[in-house]
């Protein structure tokens, strides 16, 4: 069965560094994979996918992923925090087991920036 | 173009009482979804609707009832609300056809039941 696992639930990093958040994933088809990230009271916002094409993914704000088959790993990045970068962020996994339609939730991982 | 549009934004019953969370999204989107969001336990699927006419139990459905009215518009009702209700409930959309579209997601109601 599919499943999401992000190692930590809390992160904090300081304003201006290297951000990590770590994905993995269990699935036994080729997956697609998503990031979202969910500022406080707002609803959930996609930062980038991946689904089969380059496996270092860009996306919006400065983050990247890199999708890694062998360690079953979809870890997210950004060079420089920001403090607008505080937030709540989603590893999401999809595939054809996943009944089509549906999708699999991690338990998010919260990020505080500190000044 | 609204994307996902939620009403309302806040609600607070008393237990027993009944509500309807109206959902709508104006990108001609096959799928739509319901989920809870509670602290320390991420998203939880409650129903979701493949297609127009078309409902399917979530992880979470205990409670709750739906109904795609259209293609637009997908509704959750609680008949009768318990404090366990208590949460935060997001509606989301998606073009179906393949697992690698992603979904789009409204503002969330914030619902309280004393």
């Known amino acids: 069965a599919q499943s999401v696992t992000q190692l930590d639930s809390h992160v904090s990093v300081s304003e201006g560094t290297p951000v990590l958040l770590r994905c993995n994933y269990s699935s036994s088809y080729s997956p697609s994979l998503f990031w979202y990230v969910q500022h406080p009271n707002k609803g959930l916002q996609l930062l980038l996918k991946y689904t089969s094409a380059a496996t270092l993914v860009k996306g919006i704000n400065g983050f990247e992923a890199e999708f890694k088959k062998s360690e079953t790993s979809f870890h997210l990045t950004k060079p420089s925090a920001h403090m607008s970068d505080a937030a709540e962020y989603f590893c999401?996994?999809?595939?054809?087991?996943?009944?089509?339609?549906?999708?699999?939730f991690g338990p998010g991982t919260s990020l505080s920036v500190i000044p | 173009n609204a994307g996902v549009t939620q009403t309302p934004k806040f609600q607070v019953l008393k237990t027993g009482q009944s509500m309807t969370l109206q959902c709508a999204q104006d990108?001609?989107?096959?799928?739509m979804y319901w989920y809870r969001q509670d602290p320390g336990m991420g998203l939880r699927l409650i129903y979701y609707s493949a297609s127009e006419g078309t409902t399917d139990k979530g992880e979470v459905p205990n409670g709750y009832n739906v109904s795609r009215l259209n293609k637009r518009e997908f509704s959750l009702r609680l008949e009768s609300a318990a404090p366990s209700q208590t949460s935060v409930y997001f509606c989301?959309?998606?073009?179906?056809?393949?697992?690698?579209?992603?979904?789009?997601f409204g503002p969330g109601t914030r619902l309280t039941v004393t």
């Open positions: 999401v996994v999809s595939d054809q087991e996943t009944s089509y339609d549906k999708v699999i």
């Open positions: 990108m001609n989107h096959n799928s």
């Open positions: 989301a959309s998606r073009l179906a056809g393949g697992p690698s579209y992603e979904q789009y």
